[in-house]
């Protein structure tokens, strides 16, 4: 290295750079609190010295507990400045689900909000005695620490900690419904290089102002957060996600971006047919998480003059995004990878498959996670070499590209339905079943069948339950997808 080159700073020091060269900018807002770059950065140097003051360890991880709020988002950029490794856990999961991952995880504390007190009160003597309990209340509670004593005395002023690029940044446990838990590991340099990525396909900049309504566990929520930080932009944080209030602070506080679901902008879109809504501010939308349907996909593009950018992405890595000026007459596509990002589609035999034949999709690129935590079975098994021998993700995902590249999301691997010899994709028949006046929303699902060894069957939410005939939609579908009758 060169006497004046410097290595690229980590997410940490391009932080505390904002703190100084836009301080007096707005960095979150919540609530009744409207923190600036300056106060923020204080704010997240006080949490990260607080947890080294009482013992937590560089590279220790660290559980959140927390329903969204201005101490999550301090405890999680905190963790990070302090070198530490945030483990923040979905507040919807059972109490077994969130005492698995704290044990796969190794977490020496568990950050909470009062809300989640009890439960963790109530798993203490299966936690093990050395971990540690902070939460952040003013009330004092038997075995925590609260927020006066642990933040008491601390220095603003950035941790002195060594962070390295491979260091690890956080590890989002993306299920823990069913089987082990896994926790999906994500390095600074790694979280680093994908905000910088994403930010491009998604159009951040420094005067964005950002709403985020998903819990800040989800990674989902990490698009909006690090795009926006790294940006040096604003986040405005709600607590739960309201379709109106939503589209209120879109107006008062001219938000321009935001990271929703398919089911939040479909309530927006019927939140809007029945009045006027201002979000000419909006600059760029995202939908991910699960498919965004054709109809639905147009409709925004009739409310939002910025159009939507659909997300097909993995937590572990791979994404690709369907710009809104390449949407028209693609409405089921989702897109192409993001820059510096490789995809390939593989059949069954594990070979790349012919344009447009459906496949496996696998993935390469820097954004990719470097494995499981504490699991090499798992990320050997998710694992697929080339012919160079070069390791690719895979996704678990069927999909096919057209003659122009654009991917197209067929199904799960897992969720496809062998019936009578035949492979049968779910979201084919419920893309069809969508379209019914009388459908407001439907899953479909493979079960035993002694005939054809499966058989779909779909689990429909009516628009109106009272009129509602099952026999007569089954027909209607039946006439529309095909049948075997042998």
């Known amino acids: 290295m060169h006497e004046l ?36 950065a204080r704010s997240v140097n006080r ?48 109490d077994e689900a969130a005492l698995g991952m704290l044990h796969d995880s190794g977490a020496s504390a568990i950050v909470a909000t009062p809300d989640q007190r009890a439960r963790i009160d109530a798993l203490r003597n299966r936690l093990g005695p050395d971990v540690r309990l902070f939460l952040l209340a003013d009330r004092p509670a038997a075995g925590w620490t609260c927020w006066e004593t642990f933040i008491a005395d601390t220095a603003d002023a950035p941790p002195a900690v060594r962070i390295d690029d491979d260091d ?26 994908w905000a910088y990525d994403l930010g491009l396909a998604l159009r951040y900049h420094g005067a964005a102002r950002s709403l985020l309504t998903i819990g800040l566990y989800s990674n989902i929520s990490w698009v909006s957060m690090l795009c926006t930080l790294l940006a040096g932009g604003t986040l405005v944080v709600h607590r739960r996600f309201d379709a109106a209030a939503s589209l209120e602070t879109v107006r008062r506080e001219r938000i321009t971006h935001t990271a929703l ?47 939507i950018i659909e997300l097909y992405g993995l937590t572990e890595g791979v994404i690709t995004t369907l710009d809104p000026e390449d949407a028209k007459g693609r409405w089921s596509s989702v897109g192409k990878p993001l820059m510096g990002t490789d995809i390939r589609i593989i059949g069954d035999d594990d070979r790349e498959a012919p344009q447009g034949e459906a496949g496996e999709i696998v993935s390469r690129g820097r954004v990719t996670m470097p494995g499981y935590f504490n699991r090499p079975e798992a990320t ?24 122009q590249n654009f991917l197209y999301i067929v199904d799960r691997k897992k969720d496809l339905i062998l019936s009578g010899g035949q492979n049968v994709y779910p979201q084919d028949i419920e893309a069809v079943l969508v379209t019914h006046a009388g459908v407001d929303d439907a899953a479909v699902i493979g079960l035993p069948s002694r ?13 109106d339950p009272a009129s509602f005939d099952p026999d007569a939609l089954r027909t209607w579908c039946n006439e529309r997808v095909g049948t075997q009758q042998r």
């Open 168 to 193: 690890v940044l956080n590890i989002i446990y993306s299920s823990g419904t069913t089987g082990v838990p896994k926790g999906i590991v994500h390095t600074h340099r790694g979280r680093r290089d």
């Open 380 to 403: 050997s098994a998710a694992v697929w070499r080339d012919a160079e021998g070069r390791p690719w993700l895979r996704t678990g995902d069927i999909g096919r590209l057209d003659e």
């Open 261 to 307: 679901v398919p089911i939040q902008l479909q309530r927006m879109v019927e939140c809007m047919r029945g009045g006027d809504h201002d979000v000419s501010s909006m600059h760029a939308m995202m939908s991910c998480g699960s498919p965004l349907r054709a109809a639905l996909k147009q409709e925004l593009f009739e409310y939002f003059s910025c159009g």
């Open 47 to 94: 949490f990260g010295n607080a947890l080294l003051k009482h013992g937590v360890k560089p590279r220790e991880r660290v559980a959140m507990l927390m329903s969204n709020g201005v101490p999550m988002v301090h405890a999680l950029f905190g963790t990070m400045n302090a070198g530490a490794v945030s483990v923040p856990l979905n507040v919807s999961i059972s």
């Open 451 to 463: 005939r054809w060894e499966e058989t779909p069957v779909a689990i429909v939410v009516p628009r």
């Open 5 to 40: 080159e410097a290595s690229a700073p980590l997410l940490p020091e391009i932080f505390a750079l904002h703190g100084r060269w836009r301080a007096n900018r707005e960095a979150l807002v919540c609530d009744d609190v409207r923190e600036t770059w300056g106060e923020f």
